[in-house]
């Protein structure tokens, strides 16, 4: 799936969780609100890596490929809250650090 394609879905997605926030909550989350949700979920995905690794026991309740899942549809969304493109975000920054690493473009 490209990103921009990624960053669709998300954002449809997301829409549907602001209307369950409106009835539940009275309103949608902030930009921020949704910044620390990520933050959050990538915390977990720390701690599912160090349970594969048997550093770290988890209820199992929550698989690697999921949390890892839900974290790029937090950062698709993120970057369309604040009107960046994740295609552009990634390219520009894979970009960089091919340059920075003098790493030639394989495409």
């Given at each position: 799936m490209e990103p921009s394609?990624?960053?669709?879905?998300?954002?449809?997605?997301?829409?549907?969780?602001?209307e369950l926030e409106r009835q539940i909550h009275g309103s949608e989350w902030t930009a921020?609100?949704?910044?620390?949700?990520?933050l959050t979920d990538a915390g977990l995905v720390g701690r599912l890596i160090m349970d594969e690794e048997g550093?770290?026991?988890s209820s199992?309740?929550?698989?690697?490929?999921?949390k890892v899942g839900e974290c790029?549809?937090?950062l698709a969304v993120l970057a369309e809250r604040t009107g960046l493109s994740l295609d552009e975000c990634v390219a520009e920054f894979l970009a960089?650090?091919?340059?920075?690493?003098?790493i030639e473009d394989a495409s």
């Open positions: 394609e990624a960053q669709r879905q998300s954002v449809a997605i997301r829409a549907r969780h602001h921020e609100e949704d910044a620390l949700a990520f550093r770290w026991p199992g309740d929550v698989t690697l490929p999921a790029v549809w937090w960089e650090r091919q340059r920075s690493l003098g």
